[in-house]
DNA sequence: CTTATGGCCTGTCAGC
DNA sequence: TGCTGACAGGCCATAA
């Protein structure tokens, strides 16, 4: 989604006017919240964990998807002919929020469950919100290691699952490839994260790494409504190997694909590939 | 303090 | 076909 946006948003463009139509998501934003941004130019897109930072000249707005939030763009207006070919901006359903740049793009923020958060910060806070302070390393950053695994999960009681997909750990490491990077490292998800080995913790470091490389690469997992800002599908859930396979037989050693809710999340596992 | 659970929402899918 | 219930990639308030 980043690297979609990132593709349309040029350095320069003004924002001329940011249209609020549903403000209900998981924290509430009101229009009012937003005004500030009017008028600004955008400078960059970057990403934090999972959220992403729209940084304009003055402020910063930061944008998590939750589980069912998407970007679009929308070029209204044609530049080469423009009265009678003038675009219609057609908008959907679930349309929450629509910045308006003086170019006539538009950037639109849809979100059918509204997980999703919209919150405009300074750039001061940006290290010292607290959405932003409790967030460990990012997992393709030298600071994340097998040894950092190590250290950190010494006195957890919580499943290895669970602690890697915990945001204050480690950030980026949702359900899917929670599964799936423990499957490549051969670990349980239900093994108590304290009594990770350091070997287990180095071997994990190294499959989620590649495992997120992969997935950003394949342009994410689609597998309802994900799209990619261009309105695309991503192509990882074509490689799984654990995920949602509950029932079929193991790549490895053709046992059955275990399924059970851990930690509140649907968990796929090979019991005989995974100790 | 840490960890587990339920709930937020709407849409989709399988099963009847 | 239409209905119902289960479930969904994230996170947080609350309970234990």
Redesign the pocket.
Known sequence: MCRGLDQILRPGMRVERIELRCG?L?EPVQSKDLQSLEGQKFVAIRRR??YLVFEFQNSLLLN?L??TGSWRSHQSFDQETPEPNQKLLVTR??DHLLIHFSNKMKIIYND????GLILPISKEEEMTHP?MKILGPEPLSAEFSGEFIFQETRA????IK?WL?N?NHVVGV???YACESLFQARVRPQKQ?GKITRKESDLLARVIRSVLTSAIEKG???????RQADGGY?TYQNGLLVYNQKGKECRICHELIQHQVL????TYWCKKCQR
Request: hydrophobic share 30%.
């Open positions: 209900d998981r964990a999972k998590h939750g589980m359903k679930h059918p469950r509204r997980f959405r957890s009681k919580a499943s669970a997909m945001q949702g359900n899917i994260a994410g997992t689609t597998f309802r409504d994900f991503g930690a509140g999340r649907s």
